[in-house]
């Protein structure tokens, strides 16, 4: 069965840092790239950050950059997200997301909320 579990989300300050962590079971993680996605309420779901599966290629939206980093654990099965900085702007239900291009796999967690505010 496959699962995407996210954790770290919560209410921080303006300025302040959390850390995303996703742990994904059931699959061959390390053959998956693997992406950050947020949705703010009212708004579609964006992405913020991939890494590639493998050789740690990361790219980001404009609106993070110099603010997130992406990075994975592949003996750990484990996908993180490092923010600082953090703005009200940046409050948005976070989602983990597995993607895999030969023979296409899609797979999404249940989320996680990040609330920034004073």
């Known amino acids: 069965q496959v699962q995407l579990v996210e954790s770290g989300g919560g209410l921080v300050q303006p300025g302040g840092s959390l850390r995303l962590s996703c742990a994904a079971s059931?699959?061959?993680?390390?053959?998956?790239?693997m992406s950050w996605y947020r949705q703010a309420p009212g708004k579609e779901r964006d992405l913020v950050a991939t890494i590639a599966s493998v050789g740690g290629i990361t790219n980001y939206a404009d609106s993070v950059k110099g603010r997130f980093t992406i990075s994975r654990d592949n003996a750990k099965n484990t996908v993180f997200l490092q923010m600082t900085s953090l703005k009200a702007e940046d409050t948005a239900v976070y989602y983990c997301?597995?993607?895999?291009?030969?023979?296409?796999?899609?797979?999404w967690g249940q989320g996680t909320q990040v609330t920034v505010s004073s």
């Open positions: 059931g699959f061959t993680f390390s053959s998956y790239a």
């Open positions: 997301n597995a993607q895999r291009m030969v023979f296409p796999r899609v797979y």
